[in-house]
């Protein structure tokens, strides 16, 4: 019997491991994220990590383009019909005995043998945590089933119709995401903001898109050569180009992608904003970190100018430490992130 298999059979008999899955599971998967949760107060770990993971092995089973469209589709929506409370432990455990040998990448197949896990931990979670946990991965779930649905076929360019279009994309995957931050922070944290939760919501929807918005913005390219364009057709339509020709005419297009590279840059400044007002110093440094390396990554876009379609750009590694190390240092004072964020901007 498999790792899966024994793990799917002896859920139900045993106590689930949750600090492996907080632990070694959650760090494999996430290196950057998971220093931020690492910088959380213990009460806020729970339900961030295990939200993260249950979107991370969702966003999995979309990426696994060795299943047939109709079939992740089938599977996506299995996963969130067991996210949302039904009992469906013998689909799962086939779900995750069938997709995980199909992953390349060895810490993506553990995660995917982890789902029934995962799924048995957020049964067993406060009820307030569940219910939030509950209601982001149903509009997770429902941006990734859009997101494969729209990109069917790998060798056809299909580009979204509408700049709404996109906006509701990023706000499904990641504003929604900022949102859930928001709640649980103010339901578990004493005196969690400076502003109030209304004001910090709306912050926070706009800092996940941004961050959505700097992915597809750095991807842009090696999206383009699969078949997906995120930029709206109604704009590049205004300007005579067809997403065939983006890739062969980057100049054209360059107007359009500095238009979503401006409204990610207005992400992060929310995203810093939001960061400003946290009174919990630890908390403060966790939320003010994706936003200096989203700030610094789109410095390196710019940077690029007209090769960023050809390009792999990505913030170093030492540099993220740099980062960390300002922000641990100075214990997270609100003069010290703004004056990083200026300096990487």
Request: charged share 25%; aromatic share 6%.
């Amino acid at each position: 019997m498999s790792a899966a298999e024994t793990l799917a059979t002896e859920q139900t008999h045993r106590p689930v491991s949750v600090s492996s899955l907080r632990g070694p599971i959650l760090r494999r998967v996430s290196r950057s994220f998971f220093v931020s949760i690492f910088l959380l107060p213990k009460k806020l770990r729970n339900p961030v990590s295990l939200g993260y993971l249950l979107a991370r092995a969702s966003d999995t089973i979309a990426d696994t383009t060795e299943l047939p469209i109709e079939l992740r589709v089938e599977k996506l929506q299995l996963l969130a019909r067991a996210v949302q409370g039904e009992p469906l432990e013998h689909a799962v455990g086939d779900l995750s005995r069938s997709v995980a040998p199909l992953q390349k990448n060895e810490s993506e197949r553990a995660l995917i043998e982890s789902v029934p896990s995962c799924l048995a931990w957020l049964d067993q979670s406060e009820d307030f945590e569940r219910e939030q946990v509950r209601s982001v991965l149903e509009k997770i779930n429902r941006g990734q089933v859009l997101d494969v649905e729209r990109f069917r076929d790998p060798k056809q360019l299909v580009a979204l119709e509408t700049a709404a279009d996109l906006d509701e994309y990023t706000y499904l995957v990641a504003g929604s995401a900022g949102e859930f931050w928001t709640r649980i922070c103010f339901q578990l944290l004493r005196k969690f903001s400076t502003r109030g939760e209304n004001e910090m919501l709306e912050l926070g929807k706009r800092y996940g898109q941004g961050l959505q918005l700097i992915n597809i913005l750095r991807d842009a390219g090696d999206d383009l050569r699969a078949g997906r364009c995120y930029f709206p057709n109604e704009e590049l339509a205004a300007v005579a180009l067809e997403p065939s020709q983006i890739l062969r005419e980057p100049q054209r297009f360059l107007p359009i992608y500095r238009k979503w590279r401006g409204n990610a840059e207005q992400g992060i400044k929310a995203g810093i904003e939001y960061a400003l007002a946290v009174r919990n110093r630890r908390v403060r440094i966790a939320t003010a970190l994706p936003a200096l390396i989203g700030a610094r990554t789109l410095a390196l876009l710019r940077e690029a100018g007209g090769t960023v379609l050809h390009r792999h750009v990505k913030v170093a590694r030492k540099e993220v430490r740099a980062i960390m190390t300002s922000l641990s240092s100075s214990l997270g004072s609100r003069s010290r992130i703004e004056t990083l964020f200026r300096e990487l901007s």
